[in-house]
């Protein structure tokens, strides 16, 4: 059996922020419509918008031209993008070939995506698909593989990052925790110079936390996804964590000492100078639909708000951007109806 790596010093939280700010978003997903719909609506309101992609029978991937429409849109309102490489595609297989389809179906994504110069791309570090959920079902926390199984997928994976890391050019690749420890990727992380994407309920649902977790990998922090969990189920509105739980959460993730991948270029000042500022970090409410996406906007807007709390969490503006915020789950609902009929303004 193997078991994964022992940290090897962790980075420490500072308690003053080294990051520039944090960049706030959310996903594509919002209202029931196509992409850009939903950029139309969001990109004025958010730093960043989370583009979830698929292939496959869902296939939801845009055209050339829709991205083209789409950068022009967030350009125009200030806004960037992060993009979630398509899911359970077969990048850890050890099968060569189904390994290879795998890559090849986040490589053309990829290639789709680079002009819209997202803030990362965010990959899974996918164990063989025997070793997946079945669909619906949440994953089970999981400790060990077989000492072969767990050799032979590092290797895969190893050469899947690899591959897709080349291809990102100078927008990092950032692998997101799942069920498993995050350690078993430290080696690749250093190995492929990748960046790290927190996902906090995929963290805490299997035993983790935060301040842990920053510690030991916040040198790589590029991309955060925030969600609450409700009933042993995680991707819910953030309203579900006390605030002061939430404001914590926030303020570590402000403190990461962010300096790689080593493309990733500081905001402002010098690299290494006295006015160096570390890259900024993502922070998306990584929720599906409108109904906890509103209420999700509104809590952090609330949070927000507060002077002590905003510089805490290295936001320059916080009242402008709790406005902003707040604006933004305006407009959805003002919008719903539109795309819902069901649903009546509010």
């Known amino acids: 059996m193997s078991s994964a790596p022992s940290a090897a010093d962790p980075a420490p939280v500072g308690s003053i922020p080294p990051v520039s700010r944090l960049l706030f978003g959310t996903t594509s997903y919002v209202v029931p419509a196509d992409l850009?719909?939903?950029?139309?609506?969001?990109?004025?309101?958010?730093?960043?918008i989370e583009v979830v992609l698929f292939e496959g029978d869902s296939s939801n991937l845009p055209t050339r031209a829709v991205?083209?429409?789409?950068?022009?849109i967030a350009s125009d309102a200030g806004c960037g993008f992060s993009i979630h490489l398509p899911l359970d595609v077969g990048i850890g297989e050890l099968d060569p070939a189904a390994r290879r389809r795998g890559q090849d179906v986040c490589l053309r994504?990829?290639?789709?995506?680079?002009?819209?110069?997202?803030h990362a791309?965010?990959?899974h570090p996918e164990l063989p698909l025997v070793y997946h959920p079945a669909l619906g079902e949440p994953p089970e926390p999981l400790d060990c593989l077989p000492a072969e199984i767990h050799a032979g997928w590092q290797a895969a994976?190893?050469?899947?990052?690899?591959?897709?890391?080349?291809?990102?050019?100078?927008?990092?690749?950032?692998?997101?925790?799942?069920?498993?420890?995050?350690?078993?990727?430290?080696?690749?992380l250093e190995q492929h110079d990748l960046g790290v994407t927190m996902d906090v309920g995929h963290l805490l649902l299997h035993g983790g936390e935060v301040a842990g977790h920053v510690r030991e990998f916040g040198e790589r922090l590029t991309v955060v996804h925030m969600h609450g969990i409700v009933e042993g189920r995680d991707h819910r509105e953030i309203g579900s964590f006390a605030r002061p739980e939430l404001v914590e959460m926030l303020k570590t993730i402000a403190a990461a000492p962010t300096s790689k991948p080593v493309w990733s270029k500081p905001s402002g000042g010098q690299p290494d100078g006295p006015g160096a500022r570390r890259p900024e970090v993502v922070v998306s409410l990584e929720v599906f639909g409108w109904k906890p996406t509103v209420p999700s906007l509104r809590v952090?807007?609330?949070?927000?708000?507060?002077?002590r709390v905003?510089?805490?969490?290295?936001?320059?503006?916080?009242?402008?951007?709790?406005?902003?915020?707040?604006s933004g789950a305006d407009a959805i609902m003002r919008a719903l109806p539109t795309w819902d009929p069901a649903v009546?303004?509010?």
Do not use: C, H
Not at 67 to 72: N, P, Q, W
Not at 162 to 177: D, I, K
């Open 109 to 118: 994504v990829i290639d789709l995506t680079l002009g819209l110069e997202p």
């Open 310 to 326: 905003s510089e805490a969490v290295g936001v320059l503006d916080g009242r402008g951007a709790a406005r902003r915020l707040r």
């Open 157 to 188: 994976l190893s050469e899947s990052l690899g591959r897709l890391r080349v291809e990102t050019g100078p927008y990092p690749l950032a692998v997101e925790n799942l069920q498993f420890t995050y350690a078993w990727v430290k080696l690749l």
């Open 344 to 346: 009546e303004e509010t």
């Open 36 to 48: 850009l719909p939903n950029v139309r609506l969001l990109a004025p309101f958010v730093d960043d």
């Open 300 to 307: 952090l807007a609330d949070v927000l708000e507060g002077a």
């Open 121 to 123: 791309y965010v990959v």
């Open 67 to 72: 991205v083209a429409e789409m950068g022009r």
